[in-house]
């Protein structure tokens, strides 16, 4: 494809695949453009609303047709495994959104089909797109702190965001589902082998309301190397807390010096009595961060940060062999295993030895 047009199918026409199917409208390189989702009304009125060459329910049929050449799955959490191994097996190169699945089975089904049909599969961890991650991980591979030798990560989102979150998916716990994000990123940056993980959890907030999830997790995560990284990650950031996404810290330890990036969003305030609308959340807040979704903003019919640069990489990478650096299934797949492993340190209070 690389060289040329391609014909792109967005399968899910929830918020993230509306995102991604306005900025695929909008690339010069895409020549036909294909809505899906099990939702016959969802997938109408988003393909209206971009003017989709196609629309339908059924998505096996769209990512078969001849005019798609690359897929991309917006679908909730635990509804990955089917359209991607639909788009691979149709010989597919397929963008899916993070987690890659909620279960190794079904990540290793879907690898072992891409390996078969020889198609890409990536994932969508788009924090590797977002300034701040990117700039300090190319410090990282230059050497500028030296060798890692561990550091923080953590992440906290609002009790508002969690329960969208846990009602669409009941298991995306805040490890699986936003602490993830960062285990990629040390992932990205220390492509070392994760070997052990210990944690522990606590709450009482989101159980409260009828969710099986524990408010906060703690783990200790090491590599082959000795490196140690604790991470953190909760879903109760109370109501009313002005943030419209997740509010992080990312610290890396090295031998010549040392990486500190706050993510907390209060460099942009906005006081307002009319409100500003969360747009993942049916919530309107007085007192705001902009800027602090973590998928981006629209602004004057462009969309920036981190989901459309990547979605924008991905279709650049499909038509003109632009440089990529989205996450790759395998890659991905690594993250679930860390991820599961925390949940069940935290559930059991063992120590997890991670199998490779």
């Not at 997938?43 to 060459?53: K, S």
């Not at 499909?318 to 395998?330: F, K, Q």
Request: glycine content about 10%; aromatic content about 6%; hydrophobic content about 45%.
């Amino acid at each position: 494809m690389a060289g040329g047009g391609v014909g792109v199918a967005v399968v899910g026409a929830g918020k993230i695949g509306r995102h991604r199917a306005r900025l695929a409208a909008r690339h010069a390189g895409v020549e036909f453009l294909a809505i899906a989702d099990v939702d016959r009304d969802a997938a109408e009125r988003l393909a209206a609303e971009v003017g989709a060459d196609l629309w339908s329910d059924e998505v096996s049929e769209v990512v078969k047709r001849p005019e798609v050449g690359a897929v991309i799955v917006s679908t909730p959490e635990r509804s990955h495994a089917e359209p991607v191994l639909a788009a691979v097996r149709a010989g597919k190169r397929t963008l899916v959104e993070k987690p890659v699945a909620l279960h190794l089975d079904d990540a290793d089904a879907m690898i072992e089909a891409a390996g078969a049909a020889d198609v890409e599969l990536r994932v969508g961890y788009s924090m590797r797109y977002a300034q701040r991650y990117a700039v300090a991980r190319e410090q990282v591979v230059g050497k500028q702190i030296g060798n890692v030798i561990g550091g923080l990560a953590r992440c906290y989102d609002t009790l508002a965001v969690g329960e969208a979150i846990l009602q669409r998916s009941p298991t995306a716990t805040p490890t699986m589902d936003i602490l993830t994000y960062l285990v990629d990123m040390i992932g990205w940056c220390h492509p070392m082998r994760p070997v052990e993980v210990v944690a522990r959890s606590h709450g009482s907030i989101l159980r409260s309301r009828g969710h099986d999830v524990d408010d906060l997790a703690v783990a200790l995560l090491t590599y082959e190397d000795g490196a140690v990284f604790e991470l953190a990650t909760s879903y109760s950031l109370p109501a009313g807390f002005p943030i419209n996404g997740m509010a992080v810290r990312f610290e890396l330890l090295g031998t010549d010096g040392v990486l500190l990036v706050s993510e907390e969003h209060s460099d942009q305030i906005m006081y307002s009595a009319a409100g500003h609308a969360n747009e993942y959340v049916d919530q309107n807040l007085n007192l705001t961060f902009l800027g602090s979704r973590t998928s981006g903003e629209w602004a004057a019919g462009t969309m920036f940060g981190r989901v459309a640069d990547e979605t924008r990489a991905w279709l650049d990478y499909l038509t003109s062999g632009g440089p990529c650096h989205i996450t790759t299934a395998e890659e991905a797949r690594t993250t679930l295993q860390i991820t599961l492993a925390i949940d069940e340190a935290a559930r059991t209070g063992r120590t997890i030895e991670l199998d490779h």
